[in-house]
Every structure is written in C-alpha cells, then in structure tokens.
C-alpha cells in the first residue's frame, strides 16, 4: 500500500476509527503483549488437565524435563549427558541448555509458593508460551512495514489458524522448537527492516541464537543471509546492513559456543553448535566483512567478489567437513530400520490427505497474498525488494515439506504475512471501498476465513463426502479403524502419568522397554532406559530394534550388554508395530501372540486399575531358550 493510499483510507475513515486506528499504531508493541496474556490465559484454561497430569506428548518434551530437574540438582552446565539412558555411561544428548533457562527459571520461582511437583508442571505448561510473544512481535512487525502502521494486529493473531506451528507453543510443548521458529520469523523481520543497521544486528544476533539451541533450522538462516548477500549485489547502500549482520552472527555463534556448548559438542560435530560451526559462520563472517568495506562500484563487480566469497566458504566447509552436508551422520541400517519410520522424517508426499490439506492451506493463502501483494508493490521498488524476500522465505520453506514433514510448521509461519496483508487489504475494503469493491472483499474474507477453519472443518468435509458419495476410503473401514483407534488408545494410556508411577513400587532399576516409551518413563518414574530417539545413540538403538526384530534366544543377551532388570511392552504401542510388521516371526511378534520365554516372569503391582502395559523381570539364571505359551 502506497503513502497516497494510506493517506486515501484514512481520510475515509470515521473520526473515531481514525483516532483507534492512531493509538493502536502507536502501542502495538504493548497491545500485542496484552494479545499475548489473553493467548497464554486461554491456553493455561484450556489444557490445566494436561499440565496436572504432566502430559508431555512428545520424546524431546520429556527428555527436556529430565535434563532441567536434572540440572537443578546438581547436574553439570556443560554436562548434558543424560544417564538414565543406557546407564551406567549414559546417553549423548546434543542440545544446548539455553532453551533449559527459562524453564528452570519458572521451576524455581514457583518452588517458592507450591510444591515442586505442581511448580514443575506450571512452568512446563507456561515455558512453551513464551516464545510465542516475541513470533508475534516479529509478525507484527513484518505486518507493520509490509500493510502499513496497523498491518500488525492480523499478522500478530494468524498464528491462531496455524494448527501445525500453533501446536509448538501448546502448553507441556517444552522442546526448543518454538523458540527456534520465533528466531527465524525474527530473523527475517531483520532482513527487510528499513533501519538497516537494526534490522542487520537481529538478524545476525537471532540466528546466532538458533544456531545455539539446535541446527534443526540452519537452512532458513542460510537463505536469510544469501537474501541480505543478494541485496548488497544490487542496492548501493546495503552493505550497512550486511556489515552489522556479519559482525553480529559471527561475534554471536563463537559467544554462544563459549558459554552453551556442552563437553560432547566441543568435539567436531555437525548436528549441534561446535568448533565446526563456529569456525564456518567464522569464516563466512569475515568475508561478508571485507565485502562491505571494499569499494566496489557495480553490481556485475560485486556479483563476481560475492561468489568468490560464498564459494570460498562453501569449499571450506566441504573440504574439512563434508559429513556435514548430510543432516544425519547414521549407518545406513539405522536409516533403514529406524529413521525411515519416523513420520516427520517424511516428505508431504507420503503423508495421509487429512494431514496435508489443513497443513497446506495456509502456505497456499500465503501464495495468493504474495502474488496480490508484488502486484500492488509494483510500482514502489523498496517494497516490491522487501515483498520478494518475504515470498522467497515462504517458497522455499514450503519447497522444503517436499522433504521432510518437519518444515511444516516454518512453512505456515513464513505464509502469514502475506496472507496477513491480504486479510488487512480486504478488511481496508470493506470499510472504504465501493458497493461493487465491498462484495469483492466479502468474498475474499470468505475465502481466507475458511483457510483459517480448514483444520476443523475437514473431518466434517470428509465425512460429508463419504455420505453424499457413498465410497468409504481405506483409512475409513471399520477394520482400520479399529485398528487405528487401538494404537492411539495404546500410545495415549501407556504414556499417562498414573500408569507408569505404579512402576516407582519398584526399586530403581533399568527397564528395557520400546525407543518412544524411553524418554516418558524417565520422566515419570525413578527408573532407567535403554534409548530415546536420538541419533548419536544409534547402536543402543540398533540393539532394541535387533532385540525384538529377532528370535527371543538373543533377546538376553542384548537385554544383559545394557544390565536391563525388567521388559516393559505396551500392546499396540506405535513402535511396536513396526517389529510385528517387519519381523513376524521376531521376539516381539511372538509376545504379542501370547507365547513369553520362561525367563521372563510377570511382575504383578498393587494398583487399583488395569496397566496397559506388560511388565516382566528377566531372569538371567534360567535355563535359556525355553519357551512356554501364557495367554494374556
């Protein structure tokens, strides 16, 4: 929107909404904040069931909560070994404890007033929330210099129709993928800052701190700093933003390092911040340096010294680390019989239809809104600059769903601020625009409201077409389904809290149990496990997955190497699938069928409900081999 058009609505506006409208312009930033409160208010209602029973859905959730509490008793800064994994030498953990900080902060403040167990589970469910004030500062203020001084109340509210990327700042969703999205949109609203020093500092200094809590959005930072490089090629001026950026990313990664980077990190790895990393951004922040203080006049000449530049860090990279062009550093059987499982190690191609369309509506929105947008900004050549780095953003970060499911929730943050504007330019309609113009935009906000409820509204669109059609898709017969329906009973019982505390009747022990049930029982109970799904701990894991995909003979043996007192097996369990699947004929399939070695003797506990689970104590000193059939 042009400075005449802004000038035009306003002077259309009623008196009352002008003077709103220059108030909210004004205290964006503080009405923002007081959206915030009303966003973690309403969240804190809405799951106080989840946070009373501790409800960590996810592995990093509950491994989080580990390392924090045991951090706060005594546990090493830089030592983030987790040794109720594959005790005694523990498991290698790869994270940084910065994202460990605000979560021990609230853990310790509320310690003053209640208990630690229901301090423990407050600050897990508000920690989650808190990355979500400043994605919705950065929103906003995307929102402001793309739609004009109130174009941020849209932006700042959008992540509400964000299902994906809303569900990282729920409540108990204390892993580091919140904060890390945050950064990104931050760093991007650094890239097209009109105050170019400013925007080069947060976007340098944002990165450096993503780069600190995990390399999961790396990609993104690349492209943000290949945008800023590009726009130093062809705009005079622009190295006063490359210059800050450089200096800021650089100077950030190798303090960060300094005072995040565990023992296990020192070490030359390519999946946390490390030497390597601290010498590439280095490396790349020097030369990004000396291109902003050289004189060069055009732009074929400053095109030719910014390739040799790039290429000369990529060949620094590539010669002393090629290992770490591929995201994962495992064998190929691990790949294979572990990672390729993964759901959201998979591209959208081969996710099911319920999933993709209510993740793709909004990038699609994004898509029109960029297309409207660069046709409106078409004529003003800063913001037709700073519209073309937003779409870049979003194109590529929804390129990357083609492959891994993992970008879905950075490809629905990076469509919001064109959908944002769109919804922004068709609500300046309705208030200003002629009989004919008004029905138009009522009909595009038709249409973007529907974006926004397309995640609810779909099962009912399903099944909709299934009545009117009269066809039942695969997923839908009552044998998948009831299929279906017991493993997600399964993943949900097994993991709730009053099942696995009946465990802690128990002297601690370790407890050899499936991958994903791993981190959950560390959480809730005083015992130990074998593995969590975490790649640098990929022989612990190739033993389970050898344990239960083969015969029950060298079961012991496996279970004896990791001093495993106990098997823990949950009927249905996702994971466990996957072994009856592969390996029918394996330990785990003949588990589940009812026929159980004689080594293994059931565990009774003293419980007033029914456990979901098996538990058995493995006897090492019985004969080996014979088997006995027990019906469960």
Request: charged share 15%.
């Given at each position: ?201 947060v976007?340098?200094?944002t ?38 950026y ?32 601290v ?15 050289l ?6 000449v ?80 800063e ?24 970008a ?19 609500v ?50 009552p ?11 399964a ?46 701990n ?66 009774t ?28």
């Open positions: 929107m042009t400075l005449h058009s802004r000038q035009t609505l306003r002077a259309r506006l009623p008196h009352w909404l002008r003077t709103t409208g220059a108030y909210t312009a004004r205290h964006w930033v503080w009405l923002t904040f007081l959206l915030w409160i009303a966003i973690v208010a309403a969240n804190l209602v809405d799951r106080w069931q989840a946070i009373h029973w501790l409800v960590l859905g996810d592995t990093d959730d509950n491994i989080r909560y580990v390392q924090v509490k045991d951090w706060l008793a005594g546990q090493g800064w830089f030592d983030l070994r987790q040794y109720r994994l594959d005790p005694p030498g523990g498991a290698n953990i790869h994270w940084s404890r910065l994202v460990d900080l605000p979560i021990a902060g609230l853990m310790l403040f509320f310690r003053a007033f209640v208990g630690q167990g229901l301090a423990d589970r407050l600050a897990c469910g508000i920690a989650p929330l808190i990355p979500l004030f400043p994605l919705m500062l950065s929103l906003g203020f995307i929102g402001r210099r793309l739609a004009g001084p109130n174009g941020w109340f849209l932006a700042a509210l959008a992540p509400l129709a964000t299902q994906m990327a809303l569900g990282m700042y729920a409540p108990m969703r204390i892993d580091h993928h919140g904060w890390q999205l945050a950064l990104a949109l931050a760093m991007l609203a650094g890239v097209i800052d009109e105050k170019r020093v400013r925007g080069g500092i976007a340098g200094l990165s450096a701190l993503s780069i600190a809590i995990g390399m999961e959005m790396i990609v993104y930072l690349a492209a943000g700093g290949a945008l800023i490089a590009l726009r130093w090629v062809f705009r005079p001026g622009a190295e006063k933003r490359m210059l800050p450089a200096l800021s990313l650089a100077g950030g990664t190798s303090v960060l390092y300094l005072l995040f980077a565990s023992y296990a990190n020192r070490a030359m790895v390519c999946d946390a911040i490390s030497p390597i990393w010498a590439v951004f280095g490396t790349a922040g020097a030369g990004m340096t000396i291109l902003s203080l004189p060069l006049r055009t732009w074929p400053r095109m030719a010294a910014g390739a040799v530049v790039g290429g000369a860090v990529a060949a620094f990279l590539y010669l002393n680390w090629p290992q770490c062009l591929s995201p994962y550093q495992i064998s190929p059987e691990l790949q294979r019989l572990w990672l390729a499982n993964i759901r959201e190690a998979k591209p959208i191609t081969a996710q099911a239809q319920s999933l993709v369309v209510p993740l793709l509506a909004v990038p699609v929105a994004g898509v029109i809104g960029l297309l409207w947008a660069l046709w409106d900004a078409r004529r003003d050549g913001r037709l600059w700073a519209w073309a780095t937003v779409g870049l953003m979003m194109l590529f970060s929804t390129a990357l769903l083609f492959w891994q499911l993992r879905g929730p950075a490809a629905q943050l990076m469509a919001i601020p064109p959908a944002a504007w769109a919804a922004h330019k068709l300046a309609m309705l208030m200003t625009g002629t009989r004919r113009t008004r029905i138009v935009a009522g009909a595009g906000a038709a249409v973007l409201a529907a974006v926004a409820f397309v995640y609810p509204l779909y099962p009912q669109a399903l099944t909709l077409y299934q009545r009117v059609t009269g066809t039942v898709p695969k997923a839908w017969r044998s998948a389904k009831a299929r279906t329906d017991a493993i997600n009973k993943n949900a019982r097994c993991r709730t809290l009053p099942a696995l505390e009946v465990l802690d009747q128990l002297p601690p022990a370790t407890i050899f149990t499936m991958v994903d049930m791993g981190p959950r029982l560390i959480a809730t109970t005083h015992h130990s496990a074998l593995a969590g799904p975490y790649h640098r990929g022989s612990t894991i190739l033993d389970i997955h050898h344990a239960f995909d083969g015969p029950a003979s060298g079961f012991r043996a496996i279970a004896a190497k990791h001093h495993a007192t106990y098997l823990l097996l949950c009927p249905n369990f996702p994971e466990g699938t996957i072994y009856q699947s592969r390996s029918p004929q394996g330990f785990y399939a003949g588990l589940m069928r009812g026929t159980v070695p004689g080594w293994l003797k059931p565990v506990l003293r419980t007033g409900m029914t456990l979901p689970y098996r538990l058995y104590r493995i006897d090492y000193s019985a004969a080996g081999g014979k088997k006995v059939a027990q019906q469960r």
